[in-house]
């Protein structure tokens, strides 16, 4: 017999952190990396519409890292996996794409292509996540200040990214 996807613990209105400890569903900490969740579903709903190989290629390391990042917000008293390293590597790839990209000159109106409107939403889900964060911080519990930098980053990424599948050529 196969393992069930459901387990019944949750049940009562509670659910298991990744260090073992129980929480309220509602607590801001399951809300932000239940938020961090979601931005990896539409991080993955714009790779499969992405039209540029390389932008394609960042978005999968990036729903990969989000796994770490979330593991990382729901954990205790654990030291962060994302570190400034991973901040690092999203601010080369933020400055590698924009360089690519000539001098924005007026707002950007998401809609013309489906993979950048995905990565407009993308960026909207990662700043609320990064609020949610700043929300659990302010109700005193522990947070990574490199969690934080990372979803910030990501966002800017997000924006670069939908501008790249928007103005350049595909590959």
Not at 100 to 110: H, N, R, Y
Not at 124 to 143: S, Y
Not at 163 to 169: M, N
């Amino acid at each position: 017999m196969g393992s069930s996807v459901y387990t019944k613990t949750g049940d009562k209105g509670t659910t298991g952190l990744y260090t073992g400890e129980r929480v309220q569903k509602s607590s801001l900490r399951v809300e932000a990396y239940g938020t961090i969740d979601e931005l990896q579903a539409f991080l993955g709903l714009a790779r499969a519409h992405a039209t540029h190989s390389k932008v394609q290629a960042e978005l999968l390391d990036i729903e990969r890292t989000l796994w770490t990042l979330m593991a990382d917000v729901a954990s205790l008293g654990q030291n962060p996996k994302i570190t400034d390293q991973q901040v690092k590597h999203l601010e080369k790839a933020i400055d590698k794409f924009d360089e690519q990209l000539e001098p924005l000159a007026s707002f950007v109106i998401p809609g013309d292509h489906v993979s950048s409107s995905y990565l407009h939403v993308a960026r909207t889900v990662a700043r609320r996540a990064e609020r949610v964060l700043w929300r659990v911080l302010d109700n005193g519990e522990e947070v990574h200040e490199s969690n934080l930098r990372y979803l910030n980053r990501l966002s800017d990424l997000c924006f670069i990214l939908s501008r790249v599948e928007e103005e350049l050529d595909a590959e």
